[in-house]
């Protein structure tokens, strides 16, 4: 019988209004407080991705809800009678080390805050930086994902695109396809400008406006340079390069016309005169213009 008034006595002391008060803060701030934060950051993600942007959207999202988590769990931390002012010495030291340690991830959200207000690529975007070209996957607070063609994950840190100089490859819903190529110096050059631009012209990914951009534009050690630009659909870049090349060389090979390699020459003042040769005897003797004898033969006095 003391045992169960010891128990009761310990329940109604643990079970004081004071401590009931608290212990019906702490389930409102679990019970109520979270889900409220949780539900505030999906409500501005919605309604910010459809006013401004849905990176814009996410990073003020992901503020709201970490801000909120903070919020309450300081919150739990005082109701149950947790004193900061103990942790204010260690706190100094702390936050010292703290903040030589995130340098580079304070740096990181400040960059990605920067792409945020400018805005030089987006979600779906595809950008060319150092080399890596990919698809935009997202654009978080300390990085961004990309895709690349062959199906990788990159992570690019913030602070290196701030500081870096990268391409946004469709940004603008048409684009330029550019290509150099070479023929051989025997060829009619305008002959050869007119047989491309009327493969321009047949490729069904060539805009017509903006018009081709085809031009003989210089010199090379063993070919007539020619510059061959063509506008199309950003969205038809795979299709239109994996036609164009091909159908070039099909047409320059069916009008006889050469695409020369590297090489060197030597001619003796007309192009299509071969170069004489003349063998010469040993020294004192006379020219020998006969071919030479094979090795083991019999020569001839």
């Not at 934060?37 to 990176?55: C, D, E, M, R, Y």
């Not at 992901?62 to 931390?77: M, R, T």
């Not at 330029?176 to 631009?197: N, P, Q, S």
């Amino acid at each position: 019988m003391g045992f169960i008034v010891d128990f009761h006595g310990l329940v109604k002391e643990f079970f004081n209004p004071e401590r009931l008060s608290t212990l019906i803060r702490l389930a409102l701030l679990f019970v109520v407080g979270l889900p409220l934060v949780f539900l505030i950051g999906k409500w501005l993600k919605a309604s910010l991705s459809k006013k401004l942007s849905p990176q814009q959207g996410m990073i003020f999202s992901k503020l709201v809800i970490y801000s909120g988590i903070a919020v309450i769990a300081f919150s739990v931390l005082n109701e149950v009678g947790f004193k900061f002012s103990h942790l204010l010495g260690a706190a100094g030291i702390l936050g010292i080390a703290i903040g030589f340690a995130s340098q580079t991830s304070v740096s990181n959200i400040i960059s990605g805050l920067f792409l945020l207000s400018e805005r030089p690529f987006a979600s779906g975007d595809v950008i060319d930086i150092g080399g890596i070209t990919g698809t935009v996957m997202s654009i978080d607070l300390l990085s961004v994902k990309l895709r690349t063609f062959d199906n990788r994950f990159v992570r690019v840190p913030n602070e290196t695109l701030i500081k870096s100089t990268f391409i946004n490859v469709t940004r603008h819903p048409i684009r330029r396809l550019d290509l150099t190529f070479g023929v051989a110096y025997k060829e009619d050059i305008g002959r050869v400008l007119a047989i491309l631009r009327d493969v321009a012209d047949r490729n069904p990914w060539c805009l017509d406006e903006p018009e081709p951009v085809i031009q003989f534009v210089g010199f090379g050690p063993s070919e007539l340079q020619v510059f061959f630009g063509v506008w199309f659909a950003r969205d038809d870049f795979m299709r239109l390069r994996g036609t164009i090349v091909r159908q070039i060389k099909e047409r320059l090979d069916r009008e006889g016309i050469e695409i020369p390699f590297p090489h060197q020459a030597l001619y003796a003042g007309q192009a299509t005169a071969p170069f004489p040769i003349r063998i010469v005897g040993d020294a004192g003797g006379s020219a020998d213009q006969r071919p030479p004898t094979p090795a083991g033969a019999p020569r001839s006095a």
